[in-house]
């Protein structure tokens, strides 16, 4: 079973800088696409970048500029760099990876989500 784990976040002061990770754990796979969500108290889960097997990236306007979104694929982790961080980026993180194993498998797996507080 595939699973991918997050780490990075935090509480940051606005204009900072932060990384996320998220790596995914398993035998003899390979990550083809990541994408990274986030959902503050109240509101509706949001895409904030993903990143194609071919590399493209794709950003929401409110954080175009600022988020970068990249892959590593012999480590089978995603990115997302934070810059210049705004209270309003305060939510908790998700990514979502999907991919193969074994060959020929696929998987589709989420990240149990990290805090990224941004104080003002």
């Known amino acids: 079973q595939v699973q991918a784990v997050e780490t990075g976040g935090g509480s940051v002061q606005a204009g900072e800088s932060l990384t996320l990770s998220c790596v995914a754990s398993?035998?003899?796979?390979?990550?083809?696409?990541g994408t990274w969500y986030r959902q503050a108290p109240g509101k509706e889960r949001e895409l904030v970048a993903t990143?194609?097997?071919?590399?493209?990236?794709v950003y929401p306007d409110s954080v175009v500029g600022r988020f970068s979104v990249s892959r590593d694929r012999w480590q089978n982790t995603v990115y997302l760099r934070m810059n210049n961080l705004k209270p309003e980026d305060t939510a908790t993180y998700y990514c979502?990876?999907?991919?193969?194993?074994?060959?020929?498998?696929?998987?589709?797996?989420w990240g149990q989500g990290t805090q990224v507080t941004v104080s003002s």
């Open positions: 979502n990876l999907k991919g193969f194993y074994n060959g020929h498998y696929s998987f589709d797996t």
């Open positions: 398993g035998a003899a796979l390979a990550v083809s696409s």
């Open positions: 990143v194609s097997p071919t590399g493209s990236s």
